[in-house]
């Protein structure tokens, strides 16, 4: 439970940080650089290196490419469907999350299981 | 060697001309906004972990790279950039959306970076100090993503 809490504060201060960064730089689309942050990556792989190991944590990271190749995916239909349709942002990048969802699991089913 | 050396600085200098920083934008943003941000990114980060426990480190690991605050971080981006347009009684609707498309595009970019983060966590994690992976891996995070970004402009 402890370690649970831990990883919450430590997350939300980490990904808090990154997108504070994001949010002050200008151009845009180099700001966006930062919203494919590892914060979630570097707020966990330490904790996670300590508690179960470096090789555990390779493990994860190895899925983790997955995970990037998913994102990018997900942030480059993000952006064509916003530049194209009159759409809020916020119902196109909740009805992207299960491209992510699907490409991260695709690729792990194929690849990596 | 040396040519080389002044080459690289001068493409840094180049790309840091391009950059400005712009603090107005933290007065714009409210309190509730940092938190829903603090709230997702605390949450992935811990369910990444539950997951890793209760289906293995494979399937935790995907979660590394999900795309937590993008929604929020989005949302946010829109409206700020809306609201601009508006104060200058323009309708700014378009603008927010093409600033949001934009950031989307740049994430898209960043990540490569990500995915150069994860190989070289992966491939040196286990051989060498976490403190130097985690340092190395993430200076090579940004130095991939900027430079695509560098690329990608002048192209």
Same mark, same amino acid.
């Given at each position: 439970m402890n370690q649970i809490l831990i990883r919450f504060l430590v997350g939300g201060a980490v990904v808090s940080a990154f997108a504070i960064i994001g949010d002050l730089l200008k151009p845009k689309s180099f700001a966006g650089l930062f919203g494919a942050a590892p914060s979630v990556a570097l707020a966990t792989l330490g904790l996670t290196i300590a508690t179960e190991g470096a090789s555990y944590a390779a493990t994860e990271s190895r899925s983790m490419i997955a995970g990037a190749i998913a994102f990018m995916a997900f942030a480059t239909c993000v952006s064509w469907v916003m530049m194209r349709f009159e759409l809020k942002a916020l119902w196109v990048t909740i009805c992207a999350i299960p491209l992510w969802l699907g490409v991260a699991f695709g690729l792990w089913y194929v690849w990596l299981k | 060697m040396a040519w080389g050396s002044i080459r690289t600085l001068v493409r840094l200098a180049e790309i840091a001309m391009q950059i400005k920083v712009d603090p107005s934008v933290i007065r714009q943003t409210r309190w509730n906004e940092y938190g829903i941000r603090f709230l997702f990114g605390g949450l992935i980060t811990a369910v990444a972990g539950i997951i890793a426990k209760d289906f293995g480190p494979g399937i935790g690991g #995907?979660? #590394?790279?999900?795309?937590?605050i993008f929604p929020a971080s989005a949302t946010l981006i829109e409206k700020h950039e809306t609201q601009k347009k508006e104060e200058k009684g323009l309708r700014g609707t378009r603008r927010g959306r093409e600033a949001a498309s934009v950031d989307a595009a740049g994430s898209a970019m960043g990540s490569v970076g990500l995915l150069v983060f994860a190989l070289i966590v992966w491939q040196f994690a286990p051989s060498y100090s976490t403190s130097i992976v985690l340092m190395g891996a993430t200076v090579a995070w940004l130095t991939v993503s900027v430079l695509i970004w560098y690329v990608r402009k002048r192209v």
């Open positions: - | #995907l979660f #590394l790279a999900f795309p937590a």
